[in-house]
């Protein structure tokens, strides 16, 4: 079953966590359809929790999303800023453009790139695992 296919308290029991009401709605929040497939900072957590009136000091939520990684239920990114950031497994692009005069971030997926890793990973006897690529790029000049 995928991961976001489970309830917050059954993917908590699941990594056999403690189901206090706070760790499950950070659970709840990242399980939400359309939530997932956003990384989220534990600090827009924190706020979209506190909007919603659902009780968690940002402790907990660092702490509550800090667990579900280390459990594999999120993947953890770092921004242009530092900031780590969490979504579902395989839900936001592991690669991505810098832009070098902007800071803006381009996340991408290509299937052919995934496809040449894996490749040179076996070809060099690995098995291949996941890639992240970092692309730093600035606008061509006519």
């Given amino acids: 079953m995928a ?9 908590l029991q699941a990594l056999g966590l ?8 950070v659970a ?3 399980l939400r ?6 990384a989220m900072s534990a600090e827009q957590v924190y706020l979209r929790l506190k909007e919603e009136g659902a009780g968690a000091s ?7 999303l ?8 999120l993947e953890r990114s770092t921004q242009p800023d530092g900031r780590h950031a969490y979504a579902l497994p395989g839900a936001v692009p592991q690669h991505q453009m ?5 800071g803006k971030v381009i996340r991408f997926r290509d299937a052919w790139l995934e496809a040449r890793l894996a490749a040179l990973a076996h070809d060099s006897g690995f ?5 992240e690529l970092v692309v730093h790029v600035r606008p061509e000049t006519p």
């Fill in 127 to 131: 098995e291949y695992l996941k890639s």
């Fill in 66 to 73: 800090a667990l579900l990684e280390s459990h594999g239920a």
């Fill in 58 to 64: 940002p402790g907990t939520v660092y702490r509550t």
């Fill in 18 to 25: 403690k189901l206090s009401r706070p760790r499950l709605r």
């Fill in 33 to 38: 359809p359309g939530n997932g497939a956003l």
């Fill in 98 to 102: 810098r832009v070098a005069d902007s």
């Fill in 28 to 30: 709840e929040l990242m």
């Fill in 3 to 11: 991961l976001r296919d489970q309830t917050a308290a059954a993917l």
